[in-house]
């Protein structure tokens, strides 16, 4: 289980160990040559991606892996049980990645039974990897607790609610890896460095004409995108993809902590988010660029200035 906050990167994470384990599995599969399955879109994806619909049932789980595949869906919930299970043993899959799992409601029936439907998956010979926001505060992992000896989060089975799979009362506990994303720390010295490190990265990729090493990095620049975005990567991204552009157009072609103040940070479509499930993280408000103290001007000297003609008695 990947979980974290909003916009902190939990499927770019994700999706880029999956992609670097594919390049591994897909070269030693090459020396192998499995041989060809009928009636498949593709003969071998080692890793498959889906998302848990906003409203989430067994049959729009398997609608949402048989898509990924392109597969035919069955008319009856047995049968796209089933064809789910064809596909990720024919295109022999080795790691399933199901995101946005805490759309998923315990108090709901159906989502019980959709949380029935990824254990039974858990019978196959893939790995699952659940990524959502705040899986320890969703209900999902209730009753789980750590074990002593591998820190591992043990699952218990779902005991309440009907399902069409009559075993899940009797399934063994399950065994969860949790890993947990937080934002950029800007209170230690280790947080500080990650942070800085993350913005020379960013920097040594922007293309501005008039940009300088140091530009994001040095000065009141640092903290002042940490404030603005709490070290939330997704918001931090925005602000700088907007500065950027804001940039070009008006012929800047640099990165100022003022010029960053004229612009909001938005988060673009939402429409397939979940704010309920936390997927939509706060924006800071208020957030005022660093102001440059002013330099006390110098008093000029008086000393040879004309006072005019002195008064006659002062003569």
Same mark, same amino acid.
């Given at each position: 289980?990947?979980?974290?906050?909003?916009?902190?990167?939990?499927?770019?994470?994700?999706?880029?160990?999956?992609?670097?384990?594919?390049?591994?599995?897909?070269?030693?599969?090459?020396?192998?040559?499995?041989?060809?399955?009928?009636?498949?879109?593709?003969?071998?994806?080692?890793?498959?991606?889906?998302?848990?619909?906003?409203?989430?049932?067994?049959?729009?789980?398997?609608?949402?892996?048989?898509?990924?595949?392109?597969?035919?869906?069955?008319?009856?919930?047995?049968?796209?049980?089933?064809?789910?299970? =064809?596909? %990720? $043993?024919?295109? *022999?899959?080795? #790691?399933?990645? &199901?995101? +946005?799992?805490?759309?998923?409601?315990?108090?709901?029936?159906?989502?019980?039974?959709?949380?029935?439907?990824?254990?039974?998956?858990?019978?196959?010979?893939?790995?699952?990897?659940?990524?959502?926001?705040?899986?320890?505060?969703?209900?999902?992992?209730?009753?789980?607790?750590?074990?002593?000896?591998?820190?591992?989060?043990?699952?218990?089975?779902?005991?309440?609610?009907?399902?069409?799979?009559?075993?899940?009362?009797?399934?063994?506990?399950?065994?969860?890896?949790?890993?947990?994303?937080?934002?950029?720390?800007?209170?230690?010295?280790?947080?500080?460095?990650?942070?800085?490190?993350?913005?020379?990265?960013?920097? =040594?990729? %922007? $293309?501005?004409? *008039?940009?300088? #090493?140091?530009? &994001?990095? +040095?000065?009141?620049?640092?903290?002042?995108?940490?404030?603005?975005?709490?070290?939330?990567?997704?918001?931090?991204?925005?602000?700088?993809?907007?500065?950027?552009?804001?940039?070009?157009?008006?012929?800047?072609?640099?990165?100022?902590?003022?010029?960053?103040?004229?612009?909001?940070?938005?988060?673009?479509?939402?429409?397939?988010?979940?704010?309920?499930?936390?997927?939509?993280?706060?924006?800071?408000?208020?957030?005022?660029?660093?102001?440059?103290?002013?330099?006390?001007?110098?008093?000029?000297?008086?000393?040879?200035?004309?006072?005019?003609?002195?008064?006659?008695?002062?003569?």
């Amino acid at each position: 289980m990947i979980s974290g906050g909003g916009y902190l990167g939990k499927t770019e994470t994700a999706c880029a160990a999956a992609a670097a384990f594919e390049d591994v599995w897909r070269d030693l599969h090459r020396q192998l040559l499995p041989p060809p399955v009928e009636g498949t879109r593709d003969l071998f994806v080692p890793v498959a991606y889906c998302r848990t619909p906003v409203r989430a049932t067994p049959k729009g789980l398997c609608t949402a892996v048989l898509d990924y595949f392109g597969a035919p869906h069955p008319k009856t919930l047995n049968g796209m049980i089933r064809a789910v299970r =064809d596909s %990720l $043993r024919d295109h *022999r899959t080795t #790691a399933l990645l &199901l995101d +946005d799992i805490t759309r998923l409601r315990l108090h709901r029936e159906d989502d019980q039974d959709t949380l029935d439907l990824i254990r039974e998956l858990m019978d196959l010979n893939v790995t699952l990897v659940l990524v959502g926001v705040d899986i320890p505060s969703s209900g999902l992992i209730r009753g789980g607790y750590p074990d002593p000896r591998t820190g591992q989060l043990i699952i218990p089975p779902v005991r309440s609610g009907k399902s069409f799979n009559p075993t899940a009362a009797t399934q063994t506990e399950r065994r969860f890896d949790l890993v947990d994303l937080d934002p950029f720390d800007y209170d230690t010295t280790e947080g500080m460095t990650a942070f800085l490190d993350h913005l020379a990265g960013i920097e =040594d990729r %922007l $293309r501005l004409f *008039r940009s300088w #090493a140091g530009m &994001l990095t +040095d000065g009141e620049m640092p903290e002042y995108l940490y404030d603005r975005t709490r070290g939330i990567v997704g918001l931090l991204k925005r602000l700088i993809e907007d500065g950027c552009a804001d940039a070009i157009e008006s012929g800047a072609e640099q990165l100022t902590p003022e010029q960053l103040a004229t612009i909001p940070i938005r988060l673009g479509n939402l429409a397939d988010r979940d704010p309920d499930a936390g997927e939509v993280p706060e924006i800071p408000k208020d957030v005022s660029p660093p102001q440059t103290p002013k330099k006390p001007s110098r008093g000029r000297n008086k000393a040879f200035d004309d006072q005019g003609t002195p008064p006659a008695a002062d003569a």
